[in-house]
Structures are given as structure tokens and as C-alpha cells.
């Protein structure tokens, strides 16, 4: 075979991994002009965030999907011939396939074969910590596994009845569907719960101004949360790290209060069941008065996470949010054409680096202009046995001036959205609240 007909490489293997030896498959499709070589190698990364030792990688351009087994015939007796040569144990596909041709091609290759989206499900399953993203993780892998069960079982036709089934002489297959969906149900029920406690959480924070960190996975999200708070969020070189939205308060050089939520990183393709699991905590997105799109700038592959990043807003109906595009990891990009050439695409965009520091005042000078640009001017008068409110009045407005008169204090204030209300509550009926100026 010669090189240019070679469609698969052997990896060299990494004595450190403990996981299955890994044969990774990658499909090319002419009609939709991606990136082979990209998607392959976010595809390796997941592999080997899983813990698999990725031995081989296959490829193969299509015009279109075998519905039996998605690639042709000859490249299956190509795959089945790696399994034997390297003895391995898993096969993965970069594209997501059909119960059907999950169980055919895993009677074939004699071996586990899974797709993108269980594959991500089981990174997050490794990551997963607090017992809402347990909860989570669950709910999404359970919900992708039921279509699946039929290829999870070599006893299906062992009849099974006793005391305690619902159906005497049920077949294996029908008591753990209906197991899986008794278990979804008691998981949807718990997030909802969590969904509303997330709700009420979000309802205090009403008069504060806040900003979500939303983009690729590892673009650099909880470096930059960890700068900008001085919060010790988990940091790794590893894809999602990040379950759980960490909010905190940005303290470092800022002068209004505002918070800060890193959320779970994106990638291409997403299951759309964890997405729908996640929606407590994707709803910080939707909840922000100012969106951070972080790009990892020393990435191929950027055009890609701005577009995928984007989707998701959009998906989320926060696109109409205020946001300002990050380009992160400077400190990688050796060429300076290449930031020079990104700052012309985007004229916009802010080029940081959250490990170094580079860029970080820029970005807090933008996201006060942002702040700025949200809060309405008001005045008050309180007496001055009321000054001892002033530092509570602080916490929901921005005391632009004060004049203390014979009889009364005078306040101009900047006001963030929700914040009046609050603060008529707090000074009940002895405010004054004036007109806008």
C-alpha cells in the first residue's frame, strides 16, 4: 500500500496508559469540506483523556453512510485485521452511529465499539465530582443507553419472572428498560430540584452583574476564573475539567461588584441528552448580563470553537447577550502574523494570556465599559440618620457623588438593572427616587 493510499497510522503506544488499546476511526465527508486531520485529532485527545492507549488511527472519505455498518465493506475487514494485529480492545468512532450499526459492527470486530458521544459521556463520567454532575452524567448516558440495551446483553432470550415483577415472564431486555426508566425518572426528579435551588440561588444574585465564561473545552476557562477571583477552581491540561459552574466574586483591580461564572465546557458535536442534562448549569449562560467566548488562539482549530461556541448560545437563546470574544493562550502563539491576522478577522476581540497575566487589564477595562454601559443614573435623598445605609446602598449601586446638605444627604447613583427596586426595599418609604438624568 502506498502512502498516499495508507488511510490509518500506527500511534506510539504510551506505557503510562492503564486503559484498553484504542483503533480510532474518522470520517471524512466530501459534501461538508471538514477538517479530517482536525477532527481526528480533538478525537485523540478525548481518547486519551478517557485513559485509552490509541494504537491506530483509521480514516476514510464517504459520499455517503453505510446504514449497516456507516463505512464500506472493505474498510471494515481493514479495522478487523488492526484489531487482531494490535490485540485491541475498543474501537471508537468519530461520528455518532445507530444501535444498529453499534451491534453489527461489535458482532464483526469481536470487540466493545463506541461513538464520540458515549465517549464524551465517559470522560464526564470520570470528571464528574459534585452530586449534581453525578446526577447529570447519569441521567444523559442513561437516556443514550436505552435505545442501546439490545447490544449490551449476550442472554436476551433468558426469560426471567418471580415474585416482585410487574410482568411475569419478562425477557431480560424488558426488566432493564424498564429499570433504566425507572432511574430516569428518579434522576429527572432530582434535577429538577437541583434546578430549582440553582433558581433561587440565581434570584439573590438578581441585583448583581454577571458575567459567564462560556467556550471550547480547555480554551483556558478556570485559569482566567482563577486570575480574574483569585478562586483555586481545578485547573488541568486535560479536555472538560470543568463540570460544575464555580461562581465567584471578581475581586482582583475591580471596582464594581461583580460576579464571575466559569461554566462546563463545549465541543463539537455535543449529545444533545447532556446538553439537556446540563441545563442548570448552562442556564448561568442565560442568566449573564455579559457572555466571555474564550478561544484557545494557539489552536488549528479556532474557527471551529468560535462557530461551536456560538451555536450553543444561540441554542440557549442567549445570543442577544452582551459578549466579548477572547482570544486565550497567547503565550503559545510564537508567529505574530498569526495574532496579527486574528485581530483582522476580529477587530474586536481582546488577546490575553490567562497563565501569564498578558492582556488580563485590557479585559477588566472592558468588562467595567460593559458594566458601565448598564447602569441608569438616579438620585436619592436620605436623612442623615440614615447614613448608616450608605454601605449597604454599596452593594446594589455605584455612589457617583454625595452632597451633604443642612438637612439631607444627596446621592447620585448608577444603578444596575434590578438594583432600584432593591434599594427602595432597603430605604422604604423615606427614598426619593428622582428622575433619570
Known sequence: ?????????????????????AILIGIEFFSNGSSLDNNLKELKGLAETAYYNVIAIV???????????FIGKGKVEEVGQLIRQF????VIFDENLSPAQNRNLENIFKCRVID???????IFGNHARTREAKAQVELASLKYALPRLTKMWGHLSRQRGGIGMRDVGETQIQLDRRLIRDRIT???RKLKQIDLEKKTQRKNRSGIYKVALVGYTNAGKSTLMNQLTGAETLVENKLFATLDSTIRKIKKNFPYPVVLSDTVGLIDKLPHALIASFKSTLDEVRDA???IRMVDMSDSNAKRQIQTTNNVINDLGADGTDSLLVFNKADKVNDPEILESELQRHPNAIIISSKNGTGLDVLRKSIISCYESKLASYKITIKYEQAKLIPQIRKYAVIV?????DTFISLDLRLAPGAKEKIEILLKDTIQ????S
Do not use: C, H
Not at 8 to 20: A, F, L
Not at 116 to 122: D, G, K, N, P
Not at 401 to 405: I, V
Open 1 to 21: 500500500m502506498s502512502k498516499e493510499d495508507q488511510t490509518y497510522k500506527k500511534v506510539p503506544e504510551n506505557t503510562k496508559e492503564i486503559r484498553e488499546k
Open 59 to 69: 480514516s476514510q472519505k464517504l459520499t455517503r453512510i453505510n446504514p449497516k455498518f
Open 87 to 90: 490485540s485491541a480492545g475498543i
Open 116 to 122: 464520540r458521544s458515549w465517549l464524551i459521556l465517559e
Open 186 to 188: 428518579k434522576l429527572d
Open 289 to 291: 448580563n455579559l457572555l
Open 401 to 405: 457623588k454625595s452632597d451633604y446638605k
Open 433 to 436: 427616587v428622582g428622575k433619570k
